[in-house]
């Protein structure tokens, strides 16, 4: 609320810099001053990042407004950068307004500050849209693929920058004023976005020191960060600090969904289909393609491509296994599941790697009430990939297609039919057989002397969503004693710690993850 | 077993290398370095010694055979690290007749210098060398590998590339242009087969973005 508030008089002050630019709140999609509460990092606000030496924190040393800014150093030869980065949602039309300042300590040292899509830090569609660079004592804008002189650059000077970034034009225009006057230094009006395109959408900023070289040794302050949009915003409100809905809520709608969908599972990256970043870029070169061209080709997230891309050349040989796992796709959602199976089976021979083959090829072989050489499969994947949360959705997709599923959980020795069950049985929304199936686990490893800290889990899991949030507590603090940098686990507890009211611990948790501004609280 | 063997030599590796900072034998540096590189490097332990590694290997890839220097050249390319050392190393076989080391060879040089040189030579070779595959891979290399390059550097690399844009080989125009719609994300509607008035028309396009871009400089 104070941070809307706050958004509200920053966007008020900068509306004479950028005509046209919403001073609604009901604009405004993040606002931060940095000097209220609204500093929780999270999933809707922002994370930080602080490997090596580089550090990111509340600062009151330097500020423009209000008491306090946030301090980034970098340090020269740690082998990385500190980062800043924050996540709004996509825009992927119309047009986006932000509005920040900054100021270095040091002019000669570089930092760069940017403003991304899906696609993230890269110089193509949808990837960097907005990008400043201090370098050399100078401030640069990427625009049209190559740096652009802006003005050199003054230590201990409050610099603010409102940009007006049009998405479907790909262009902007970018008013910079030093702190206190009213005469920009820098006006330009309708610059191409940094790689030229148009409607290249955007989700996230970031701060950060120099991410090529590792020679910068920046110390620099960044305040009154809002981002609005020229349409009212709706968002839902926090459900907790830093996320707008519990993770553990997430987590359960992602069980449902791969109860309810029969297809194949969603891909999250080229590690899915068996190809590292580095693989890719090895694949593309021999085939004289670029990595982006190799990325391009893969089915996004969101689903699946809808045909092989055209005009891939050599490279489409090289990436026949996601092209065989496609189609393998299109006959499972078409009912001709024996095909799928042959085709995800193919994949995952020639790219033994590609998890996601083996994920469909569970789907596939439940479907065809295949469930012991389903389990086998699980049984293999989890012995290789046992913290991907996706195995517990492909245990709930073999019981959801096993008819005596029930029965042969309780006989008892399966591990993995028990999960299956344990899954169902969440998908089904049956909290409280799920809560006493999964005592009935514990018990039963606990006699046998096996671990069972996944049952305890599962027990937490249950409990939570009964509503007994002591249980879940006592529940996901026992996992995490076996597991202390699960951080699905860390979410987890993080969720009901904070519906106990217990701030700190919710708080500890979450930036476990998430990392914090807090310097005392690291 | 294998796991004890590494650990002996990472063990010997630190020995050896803290030994020849203190004046101990470079021989000593160098079987230890040999032994974590050949047959097959270790790649996790080599990184591990840091670049205080590098010179001992650019004497091994010295005295080895083009096998083991293409072995070599390869672990150049996985550490990234800037060394004048490698980069010595590897510009003697820059034009080497061996497919697999020149490849090699071509890819790692980008990651060990950024010397105006190392970029020359690798224009060079996309643009003259006989054979087109060693010019394909030389594109390649220039379109991925230059990871230490200056915003001055890069200047220079766009200018050649623009100019290679009007060579007679089309593959020699093909590959130049990929190389620059990958590091800009543009290519201009430059069509490498397209009629000569048509391609001149975009790299006048590309020769005004590359003036403009000089003078941002």
Redesign the interface.
Known sequence: MRATAFAAVALLAIGVAMAGSPTDPAHVLVGYSFDDEMTATGPDTFAVYQAARGTVGLSSTFRLSGYRSVELRDVAGDGDFPELQGFFPRRDSGTLYAHFAFLTTDDRQEFNVALAGPRRFT???DGIAFRLQA?DGIL?HHS??????LFPLRAFVWYVVDLAYRIDTGTYDLVIREEGTSTPMVDRRDQPNA???ARSAVEMFSFIGDP??DESKVDYFVDDVVLSADRPVTLPPFAAPGRRRLFVDAWLTAVQQAGRDRGCPRAAGPEDFGYSLDDL?ALA??A?????TALRALPNAAGRSPAKPAGLGALAASLEPVFDWQRGCDALAAGRVAEALAAFEEAARARPAGRIYDLSAIAALARLDRFADAETRLDALAASAGDDPRLGLAAARIGLERPDLERLANDGKDEGLAEEFFFVLLHRKSWTEAARFADKRIERARGLKLPYDLWVEHAGDAAFFLGNDAAARTSYEAALAARPNDRRLLTKLSDVLWRLGDTRGERSCRERVFGTLDRAGR | MNHRRAGAAHRAVVLALALGAAGGTRAADDAAVTGLLLPSPRMEEIKKMGPAVLPAMARLYERSGPADRATIANAFYVLGWKSADAKRALMQDAHTGDSNLRLQVQ?ALGRVSNDADVVDVLLDNMQHDGNPLFR??A??AL??DQ??LT?GQKLHLYARLITSLRDPKPQVRD?AI?VL??????NKGFDPNAPMGQREQSIRAWED?LA??RA??
């Open positions: 110089n193509v569609k370098r640069y049209d693929s190559m740096p652009k002189r790689p030229h395109e090529g070289t870029r070169r021999a004289g393609a670029d990595l982006m | 890819w394909d891979k594109a390649c379109a991925h990871i230490h915003e590959i990929k719609v990958i590091h800009t994300g543009q973005w403009e871009y941002n400089q």
